[in-house]
């Protein structure tokens, strides 16, 4: 298969590029950075998601006229961790471009591609249905994102969407919001005593158990938001590695 998977350079992108890459398939990846020494069936390209305009031209220069089979929509910011009404609209606005606009214009480019590929999974997040304080601009991108698909899947009819919240994951990202007070931000309390645990998983497991579930999102409606948590929770044989 010829799979895209966008944030590829860390976290929970870089373990499903290489997650594909281990089972024999050929990984495009696009972000800002680079993997250093990847093997030569990772095709890397270069893009700045907080200016979504110029991506079309960035995955098309990517794909060349391969046809991509499995899209992973990834690449993602956590924004500013704080009240709404003290976080500013340039702050919202950059992260809606990463996490949402960004995907509008990928989408737009993989629509246009004969064939679209047959499934798309948009990374999306449980912070997008659960409205905690301080999650202001990231839960609005991820909400977004989740209508994003549902209205997209219209405009894809030969291919499947999904919006997939992946649950806790041990990245740089929760790495982040382990310096947040959860004294402030209540919500974090969860996140924080998950932390070196089971219940939150390294990418690599993660990674591995997504990859596993990818042939059963197709049982949903296309544009359906699933969270991995609640459908496909992942065994406890499997939680730690
Ligand atoms: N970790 C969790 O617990 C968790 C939970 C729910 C949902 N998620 C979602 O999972 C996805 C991956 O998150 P993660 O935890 O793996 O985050 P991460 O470790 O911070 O990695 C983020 C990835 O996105 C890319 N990226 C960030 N800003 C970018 C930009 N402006 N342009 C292009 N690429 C950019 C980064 O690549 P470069 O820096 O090289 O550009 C990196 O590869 C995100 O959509 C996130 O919202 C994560």
Known sequence: MNVLVTGHTRGLG???????????????????????????ALVQGHADFAAPAALGAAVDALLGDITLDLAFLNAGVLGPIAALRETSLDDIRHVMDVNVWANKTLLDALAARAPAPAQVVLISSGAGVRGNFGWGAYALSKATLNMLAQLYAHEFPHSHLCALAPGLVATAM????????????????????????????????????????????????????????????????????
């Not at 699933?226 to 459908?231: G, T, W």
Request: cysteine-free.
């Open 14 to 40: 870089r373990a499903l590029a290489d997650t594909y890459l281990a089972a024999g398939h050929r990984v495009f990846g696009l972000a800002r950075g680079h993997v250093d020494g990847a093997p030569a």
């Open 174 to 241: 929760q790495d982040t919001l382990a310096a947040k007070s959860a004294a402030t931000f209540p919500s974090l309390a969860r996140l924080h005593s998950a932390r070196g645990t089971s219940r939150m998983p390294t990418p690599a497991i993660a990674a591995a158990h997504i990859a596993s579930i990818v042939p059963r999102l197709v049982e949903h409606p296309s544009g359906s938001f699933v969270d991995v948590r609640e459908r496909y929770p992942l065994p406890d044989d499997e939680r730690s590695g």
